[in-house]
């Protein structure tokens, strides 16, 4: 059975991701990474994912903290959403980078043949590490810096989502089963979700624009 | 004054890269790297090291092991030199890559120009993640996926000894006063080098052919 590893944050993207990979006949070895991350309750959420999913193994990363970002650090406020173009201060530092390392990694050791990971570059943040370029710069990197990209079996980077809306990416999901009612997206990381940070507008707007009840409580 | 961060494993080629770092007028900011990997002496002399240059700070980041590789699974044998082309089971997967990646995030985080890397894709291994097609792979991920690149200002991959041979590198690192007295770099990890790995055989010969004395012990 062919196997695919999973960016895997309890979120509604990447839920769906493993929704499609599951659809796409991949054996399921979901990724999650504790970074110290405001909202670490969604790695709670994400082994439940793991589990509804029936994934083969669940692996948690935990990463050092190197701060700079209001995602990581305590004395910076999340801010509520602005939308005007520029990296918010949410940005974590290499952060893709360095979830798509650990993913590699793993995927080249138990010889895996994707690795799905969640971005969208339509209602996005404005992060950098989201975008189309990123991806294919990131796919080069596996391909020439791997055994297994130098023996022509490269790793594949599948972005389910890099094109599509929010609203898109839920109906995406529901086709497909995923529990959204196990999912957080909420920034700020409370039981409930504040409504008002960035992922929350883009999520609430996505449920609405798809014509569908977002499943988790707010604030 | 300007930033490097140096990847630095108390090894010889990145022993040298913190003297041209430092040659080059860099505030230096050496990062270590603890995987679990057999010859963790390593990072005691990259102590040392960094002391000896006088280093702004020294970090040391603890990366989870995925295994697969006979320099962190203590039940693969670290086989003696073979240099037949082939990729060597010494190969970590994905190791330059997660290195970069948290390099990169601390760059980003303390405002580096220059991230050093002591790859030589001359007297190597032949690990795919040293050679000159990889650097320009992660150097591409860092102009598009980093908020410093995206802002035009991007953190520059900088590898002085990735066209020279062992023995020209330790030519370079003889001028700029290198205390390869304390580096390390054998794959065993023993006080004394074992002299057979493909690492110890690379030094010998460098050494030899530079017409210098390689001032470690070995068995």
Redesign the interface.
């Known amino acids: 059975m062919k196997k695919a590893v999973i960016l895997l944050s309890g979120g509604l993207d990447s839920t769906t991701c493993m929704a499609v990979a599951k659809h796409e006949g991949y054996e399921l070895y979901p990724v999650s990474f504790d970074y110290n991350q405001r909202h670490k309750r969604e790695l709670e959420l994400a082994k439940e994912v793991a589990a509804y999913f029936d994934a083969k193994e669940h692996r948690v ?2 990463i ?1 903290n ?3 970002s209001a995602l990581t650090d305590p004395s910076i406020d999340v801010p509520e959403y602005e939308g005007d173009g520029e ?1 918010p201060i949410t ?8 979830f798509l ?2 993913a ?3 995927a ?2 138990i010889g895996a043949e994707a690795i799905f990971i969640g971005v969208s570059a339509v209602d996005f943040s404005g992060y ?2 989201c ?1 189309p ?2 991806i294919d ?2 796919q ?2 596996v ?5 297994a ?2 023996k022509g079996n490269s790793i594949k980077i599948e972005t389910p989502i890099i094109n599509l809306s929010k609203a898109e990416t839920i109906k995406l999901g529901l086709k497909y089963d995923t529990p959204y009612h196990l999912t957080t997206s909420c920034y700020n990381g409370g039981e409930k979700a504040c409504g008002v940070c960035d992922s929350c507008v883009l999520r609430l707007k996505g449920f609405k624009e798809a014509g569908a009840e977002d499943p988790v409580a707010y604030v």
């Open positions: 990363f935990t050092q190197v701060g700079g990296i940005y974590v530092p290499a952060r893709n980078v360095l390392s650990y590699l990694g793993y080249e050791v950098p590490d975008r370029e990123f710069a990131f080069q990197v391909n020439v810096g791997t055994a990209g130098v």
